[in-house]
C-alpha cells in the first residue's frame, strides 16, 4: 500500500507561484509514475500533469502548459508541481496519484494511489 501526502498549497494572488509537494511512503517510489490532479467546487477531477518513474517524460494539461513544472526526486520519494502565473481559475484542490507502472496517462481511472489533496486559492 502506497500512502501520498500532498503539502505546499495556501492562498496566493494572480501571478504569483506556489510548489506542491508529494512525499510518498514507499521506498520503490522510481518504480511509480506521478501525476497530478485537481478539482474544483462543483467540477470533475481533472488532469493537470504526470511525469514517468525515470523523469524521461512528462505530460501536460493545455491549460497549464508553460506555466507549470512536474519534476520529482527519487531519493527522496518525493514530486513537485512548480506553479507559476498562478490565475484565479486554478483555484482547486490539488491531488497527487501514483502507478506502479509506465507511462505518464491523464485518465484518473489509470491512478492507484491517491493523496488527500491541499487547496490553492488564487485571488484576483
Known amino acids: 500500500q502506497v500512502q501520498l501526502a500532498e503539502s505546499g498549497g495556501g492562498l496566493v494572488q494572480a501571478g504569483g507561484s506556489l510548489r506542491l509537494s508529494c512525499a510518498a511512503s514507499?521506498?520503490?517510489?522510481?518504480?511509480?509514475?506521478m501525476g497530478w490532479f485537481r478539482q474544483a467546487p462543483g467540477k470533475e477531477r481533472e488532469f493537470v500533469a504526470a511525469?514517468?518513474?525515470?523523469?524521461?517524460?512528462?505530460n501536460y494539461a493545455d491549460s497549464v502548459k508553460g506555466r507549470f513544472t512536474i519534476s520529482r526526486d527519487n531519493g527522496k520519494n518525493t514530486g513537485y508541481l512548480q506553479m507559476n502565473s498562478l490565475k484565479p481559475e486554478d483555484t482547486a484542490v490539488y491531488y497527487c496519484?501514483?502507478?506502479?507502472?509506465?507511462?505518464?496517462?491523464?485518465?484518473?481511472?489509470?491512478?492507484?494511489?491517491w493523496g488527500q489533496g491541499t487547496q490553492v486559492t488564487v485571488s484576483s
Open positions: 514507499v521506498r520503490t517510489f522510481s518504480m511509480y509514475a
Open positions: 511525469i514517468s518513474w525515470t523523469c524521461s517524460r512528462t
Open positions: 496519484a501514483a502507478n506502479n507502472s509506465r507511462g505518464v496517462l491523464a485518465t484518473t481511472s489509470w491512478y492507484e494511489y
